[in-house]
Every structure is written in C-alpha cells, then in structure tokens.
C-alpha cells in the first residue's frame, strides 16, 4: 500500500516559532503537494514539487515555504508561526501524468498560541 | 488562474436514493484532468472518479459517475444507491501540467449526509 506519512498528528506551537512540517512518502511519487484546509474553504494550496530542489507557489504561499532536499521527503517550513496559521496541513503525493491518483497523508492539525 | 468551484456547500440524500454533487471550474488549458475525492469524518481523502479532458465518454466506477460537459466546464457527481459509508465531503479538482510541474487545485467541498 501506499504510504504518505506526516511527522505529526496533532502540533501546538507558540506565535513567532519557526515551525516545520514533514511528510515522508515511500512510492518514489515524482509530485508532491502541501495544503491547508480550513471549515468552508476547502483545501487550498500551498506549494508543490515535482523534483528534488523543484518546487512552485501554490495559491496561498504567502508565510510558508518549502523544502525538497531528498525524492520521498518534502518539509513545509513556517518561518514565523503566526495565529492565522492555525489548521489543518495536509500533504499528498502522485506519480506525474495527468491521470495519476494524489495519496495523502493524515493530516497534521496545527494550532498556534 | 485555475478554479474550481463547489456551489453546494452541503447537500443530503436518504439511503438507496440518487444524488448529484455539482462542480464548475475555470481554465483556459486544453488539456487537463478532472477528479472527485472523498473524505470521509477519519479525514483520509481518497479517490472516487476520475476523467480525461479529451475524452467524451463520462467516466463511471462502480455506483459512482460523473457528467462530463467540456463546453460548460462541468463536471458533476453522481452517486447512485446511496449507502451510509458514503457520508463524507467530496472534493472536485482539477489538475493540469505546464513546463514539467503539475498543479492539483481543489475546491471548497460538498459534505453530503446520507439519512437512513
């Protein structure tokens, strides 16, 4: 089965912390995506890799970025948490190709205070 | 930009009926793929449907199949003989490739209940 594993499943961190998320897949998927959900906004995207040291804005990458040193490994980095980061992360990945199934992660609720 | 737009932020059905999730999305590609995920109350999405763009037979899987209208850029969900287990939020996206990177771009959900 396919496996995409976050660090953390739950994550309260104080305003200002520099916070990192992890996600590990062992598929050697190519593409990897972060989101965030939040009530009544869907998931909204944060950055995506298709290769190691390649990554892209998402819609929303405004105090996050992203890191892709190793292919099974790519790190959400929270500069300066602030309170408005507060929700849910989640991290999902594929094979490249249009048809290609996304897998995800659990999902890493985080909460900043 | 690419958007895909839920209109119906929750929606319910009684168990064995018939239900259609709505999903419109905007883009200027010519080729892209369309998906619905779902969600279950655990939180792992996984994949219900997908479809090719370029293909104008809508896709079907099992209870689950979609209306596929390119000119309209729609693509709906619908769930036949509903059961419980189908409680959950369904996510449309959208996924296109440009310069070697491909952007999955989600929508705001659809929770649907399923009442017995």
């Known amino acids: 089965d396919v496996k995409v594993t976050q660090s953390s499943r739950y994550l309260v961190k104080r305003t200002g912390e520099k916070v990192f998320l992890e996600c590990v897949q062992d598929?050697?998927?190519?593409?990897m995506f972060w989101y965030r959900q939040d009530p009544g906004l869907g998931l909204r995207l944060i950055y995506f890799?298709?290769?190691?040291?390649?990554?892209e804005k998402g819609d929303i990458p405004e105090g996050y970025s992203v890191s892709r040193e190793k292919k099974e490994r790519f790190s959400l980095i929270l500069e300066s948490a602030s309170t408005n980061q507060t929700s849910m992360y989640l991290c999902?990945?594929?094979?490249?190709?249009?048809?290609?199934?996304?897998?995800f992660g659990q999902g890493t609720r985080l909460t900043v205070v | 930009a690419q958007t895909v737009t839920q209109s119906q932020p929750e929606m319910s059905v009684q168990e064995a009926e018939t239900v259609t999730l709505s999903c419109t999305y905007d883009?200027?590609?010519?080729?892209?793929?369309l998906f619905w995920y779902k969600q279950p109350p655990s939180r792992q999405m996984i994949l219900v449907i997908r479809?090719?763009?370029?293909?104008?037979q809508n896709a079907t899987e099992n209870r689950f199949s979609v209306n596929f209208q390119k000119a309209a850029k729609s693509f709906s969900l619908k769930i036949s003989d509903s059961q419980l287990g189908d409680a959950a939020m369904y996510f449309c996206?959208?996924?296109?490739?440009?310069?070697?990177?491909?952007?999955?771009?989600f929508g705001k959900g659809t929770k649907l209940t399923v009442n017995p």
């Open positions: 598929m050697d998927h190519e593409n």
């Open positions: 996206a959208y996924r296109v490739r440009r310069r070697g990177s491909e952007k999955l771009v």
């Open positions: 999902a990945s594929s094979f490249q190709g249009g048809l290609a199934e996304a897998f």
């Open positions: 479809q090719e763009a370029y293909k104008q």
């Open positions: 883009t200027s590609e010519s080729d892209y793929y």
């Open positions: 890799s298709y290769d190691v040291k390649m990554k």
